[in-house]
């Protein structure tokens, strides 16, 4: 590569539709064309504590994420290297982790929770998108997401949303809406609705790049 990607950074609420965004975002786009580097592969390990410990922890704070890895990773990227990094499988035993092979290109997306807190993160984002539901909803979508696809406890989701989740949005992600470029209410399940913003966006930075 000869010169620095254009970094495009994402965040939004726990339950706000981010994965789905991605996901949809992603399809306009050839795999030479776009990278993307995730937050969530950057937790600390946590599997060192008991089930029961694992209860408790807090991961929706700032240092439950590797960050000097995470920023030298994105600076790997720009100098065009290829950045290798074990998935995150949620401490689920169950799961074998996959190493990510991360390849650079000219459309990098970032994304997660402390993206815009982290100061030497926020600084290299070129264009920032933030994605909000309304907290019901959001807490909705969790419970399915963490019942079904992850096997958790219903009063653990629950306790962990009013607990974590909740405090840590409040705090480390929703001060930082006003600043952001693009900002995405989804408060339906509306699939059409979610494919004409991605393809708009998609549109807007295909005029910018290629």
Request: with cysteine; net charge negative; glycine share 4%.
């Amino acid at each position: 590569m000869s010169k620095k990607p254009y970094v495009v950074g994402i965040a939004g609420s726990s339950g706000s539709g981010k994965t789905f965004f991605l996901k949809c975002f992603l399809n306009h786009f050839k795999d030479h064309e776009v990278t993307l580097i995730s937050q969530d592969d950057y937790y600390i390990p946590a599997n060192t504590k008991t089930q029961e410990e694992n209860k408790l922890y807090n991961f929706d704070v700032p240092s439950s994420i590797n960050r000097t890895q995470f920023s030298h990773d994105i600076n790997d990227l720009f100098e065009g290297k290829v950045v290798y990094k074990e998935e995150y499988t949620f401490n689920n035993p169950a799961l074998t982790p996959k190493i990510l092979e991360i390849k650079p290109a000219p459309l990098l997306i970032v994304e997660g929770l402390f993206i815009f807190h982290f100061e030497e993160i926020n600084a290299m984002l070129d264009e920032r998108i933030f994605l909000h539901a309304d907290e019901h909803i959001a807490l909705a979508r969790r419970l399915k997401r963490d019942l079904v696809e992850r096997g958790y406890d219903e009063e653990d989701v629950k306790y962990k949303w009013f607990n974590h989740v909740l405090p840590s949005f409040e705090k480390y992600l929703y001060p930082y809406k006003n600043i952001c470029d693009r900002i995405i209410e989804n408060n339906t399940d509306d699939v059409a609705n979610m494919v004409k913003i991605t393809d708009e966006i998609s549109a807007d930075l295909r005029k910018k790049l290629f």
